[in-house]
């Protein structure tokens, strides 16, 4: 059921991301953009890290105790408690 | 020995070297707070000295980075961060040894100061200087998001550490891990050999604090950078409690966390990409603004499952997005010579909202019994600090125009 729902919230953010993209750069097609990182490149880029971190993150959380990760995640944020 | 190198290949080596740098000194520096309870039953010690240390090694990041900043432009990047991976070593080192509580707290500020060498001050200054202005905001992202993996990266492998060997012996590893910085940190000095690297040049150090201190768009994005480290320290530090008040189950702490962490790599590139095409203030405006709704809309929303996870999400896209942009705004404005000297000044604003936003949230909830008045706080400095990039000039100062012409 965590997965589920963490997949769900990951999959509405990510569409908020692509939507926005695509907008912007159908929106500055016009100017000189040829320098600069083509969107088609940057966009796979960034979906491949999103899976990859989401693989890794679930998996950990599946097989390795959560309140490990939530520790560890806490202490990198710096919370002291 | 002088090493001659292709134009081409000195953004590539500058950008996996500072990437390197801030992976490996965020991640160090995110895993203090493992030490906190080993050290503090060494010592024999509430944990009060311990969080006095950490808060001190956060404010001595603020103090030295501007230090650092001017240091690195001065006699160059590279001889800045190795001076900054000494001094984290011999923290490391003086911190696995320690005896007393004045120990610990010295540690703490040696290391802080060290992590500020090589920190971002440093490493986006070297960063700015080499790559071209057409992605340059990207490149400023991508050495970001390495510091953002180094602290969900090297935090978990140096609780391992702790548990396989003592916490003492961790930390003397934790120092050889360090030194594997010095290596890269030589990577920084081809950023003065880069052709974009010598536009402003001919200014002195004096010169440059008081252009900087006299531009209007200078001092409200350095009060803007103040909004940004006040929302994420609070939210970092509270955010766990506040889940926990709201009676959620259990694994959305750590799922909400996760999230954030995850989308921080995602939107710190994110927003490099978009900062390159758009409007880098207009963009921080929005930012800041997002994080007023997004903070509202969570006062409002019933707090379920899945509120809390998209909260975790949208807000790790707009945690550490504000860092690109605002390096990118002064490198635009006032070039990429002092870049670091100044970032470095902006960032110690930061620190200061770091410092308060951590502080003050504690201090509210202890007072009131809820967040509610931060939370409402947090909004309102969010639109404020919106409304102050409105008015930031996003072109070159005079003086940097006239030396591209």
Known sequence: ?81 | MKISIDQKLIPIIVIVGGGVLLLVSFGIRHSFGLYLLPITNHLNTGREVFGFAAALQVLMIGIGSPLFGALSDKFGSGKASLLGIALVILGLAWMANVQTTFDIIGAQALCGLGAAGCGTAVVLGAVGRSVKVENRTLSLGIVMAAGSFGQFAVVPFTGYLIEIVSWSQSLVYLSFFAAIMIIFSYALNFSEKSESSKAGSSQTIKEALKEAFQSKSFNLLTLGFFVCGFHVTFVAVHLPAFIEDENLPFWVGGWALALIGLFNIVGTLYFGYLGDRLSKKNLLALLYSLRSLLFLVFIFLPKTELTVLLFACVLGILWLSTVPLTSGIITVVFGPYYMSMLYGIAFFSHQIGSFLGSWLGGRIYDTYGSYDLIWWISVALGFIAALMHMPIKEKAVQRFANQQI
Do not use: P
Not at chain 1, 36 to 57: C, D, E, G, P, Q
């Open chain 1, 1 to 81: 059921m965590a997965i589920i729902i963490a997949a769900i919230a990951l999959l509405l953010c990510w569409l908020w991301i692509e939507i926005t993209l695509f907008l912007i750069n159908k929106n500055s097609r016009e100017l000189d953009n040829t320098k600069k990182v083509s969107y088609a490149k940057f966009i796979w880029v960034l979906r491949s890290i999103i899976v990859l971190l989401f693989v890794i993150t679930t998996i950990y959380m599946y097989f390795f105790e959560n309140i490990r990760l939530q520790k560890a995640i806490e202490y990198c944020l710096g919370i002291i408690r």
